[in-house]
């Protein structure tokens, strides 16, 4: 499954907490990607990393920040948690020959109650 | 922006039969069409994938073709069984200098009934 790691796989919050989430990856791949899964919305880009400290926005960046301190890490942070980021958040990473094709980790998923 | 628009959002059909799913996109710079499986409570896996350059993609009982004047691409699965039910999802690239990007649509259930 392509090297990719998420943790934690499972959590529960409260509102109002702060709550990171990890991807790591074992491939050293350029290109990560954060994602998160609600029913009849599909995935939805929350944020992505095209290098060390090079991330940008997706379309649902807002209450989220992310950081990639090295190529194996990518961290996304909700700073103060609410219920509406319930939610299962997928990483994916693709690498530069192919960059476009994405490759999915185990996902985490998170109650904020 | 882009934006995807897949149908049916479920789909149910008798195992041996055919099953297609449909999607549409708006930008016309996209390039790279995946498909994605999701079965429950894992992660999403491709299955299939095609480039703009070509119109159809075939891997055993997959296939995707590609209208790119219509802006449509769509999925066929063949003599259906019951390990194909799952989510399936179509995204559409957008071509960016430092990452591609994909934009999903919002999935189709497929449930094949033995």
């Known amino acids: 499954d392509a090297g990719i790691t998420q943790s934690p796989r499972h959590k529960v919050t409260e509102t109002g907490t702060p709550v990171t989430l990890r991807c790591h990856q074992t491939?050293?791949?350029?290109?990560m990607y954060w994602y998160r899964q609600d029913p009849g919305h599909g995935l939805r880009l929350i944020h992505y990393?095209?290098?060390?400290?090079?991330?940008d926005k997706g379309e649902v960046s807002d209450g989220y920040s992310v950081s990639r301190s090295k190529t194996e890490d990518f961290l996304l942070t909700l700073e103060s948690a609410t219920s509406s980021q319930t939610s299962v958040y997928f990483c994916?990473?693709?690498?530069?020959?192919?960059?476009?094709?994405?490759?999915f980790g185990p996902g985490t998923r998170l109650l904020v109650l | 922006g882009e934006n995807v628009e897949q149908h049916p959002s479920t789909l149910s059909v008798q195992e041996g039969d055919s099953a297609v799913i449909k999607c549409t996109y708006s930008d016309s710079a996209s390039n790279y069409f995946p498909w994605y499986k999701q079965e429950l409570g894992k992660r999403p896996q491709l299955i299939i994938d095609i480039r703009s350059n070509v119109g159809e993609k075939k891997d055993q009982r997959i296939a995707v073709t590609l209208n790119k004047t219509a802006k449509h691409f769509s999925l066929h699965i063949t003599e259906t069984q019951p390990e194909d039910s799952a989510v399936y999802f179509c995204a559409a690239s957008i071509p960016e200098n430092q990452g591609g990007k994909l934009i999903f649509g919002q999935g189709t259930e497929l449930s094949v009934k033995p």
């Open positions: 994916a990473i693709s690498d530069g020959l192919d960059q476009e094709t994405q490759y």
């Open positions: 990393s095209y290098g060390v400290k090079d991330t």
């Open positions: 491939e050293n791949h350029r290109y």
